[in-house]
């Protein structure tokens, strides 16, 4: 038998085309592999556009689009058709996200309930590789001051200490704190070690009169609230 002929977009449908598409339907309606392709513009030999973008997305097939936070400048060149033109203008749309969807928020957007953090920092943190631990800082309205990244690696009260997450808080002047950290595994769960850090930091905020009104985990896509869960 053989080798099935790859179709390329000018073959496609013109309605299904990924431009076309955006178009006619929104950007919405267009799959993950379609975003890209209207990045990659074209494929290779072997591939259509479309192709190449699902096999960038799928190189590592654990992660799936997860895959392309974390994408290098390397990793992308070692594909075949992937030049150092479309590995920055891929690199450079991924980045341009993140700090679109930072910046939507602005600085003194106010906290109502768990999901307002979760609507904030869920697509800058739902896709590291690493447990970061961030303080979010708010002022007497509930609206956030800042937001101060206390460590990097595995939870754990050494490298949790109160003094490090209160000091960021006077100097601040805030009034009250969000503990917020997120789970590489994407589940949301809190452990035994996430449940003795927040109680620290409670009793330490009762001392210096700093309240911590919650610690939101993030996870791929769902978030865990102490509050809410009734667990402070």
Partial sequence: MGQERKVSIKEMAVDERPREKILSKGVKYLSNSELLAILLRSGN???SAIDLANYIINMDKSEGIRNLCNITIEELRKVKGIGVAKACQILAALELGKRVAKASFGQRVKITSPDDIASVYMEELRYLKKEVFKIVLLNTKNEIISNIEISVGSLN???VHPREVFVEAIKRSANKIILMHNHPSGHVEPSREDKSITKRLIDGGKIIG?????HIIIGDGIYFSFKAKGLI
Wanted: proline share 0%.
């Fill in 45 to 47: 030999k072997d591939m």
């Fill in 157 to 159: 009260s050494s490298i």
């Fill in 210 to 214: 700093i309240d911590i009104i919650d």
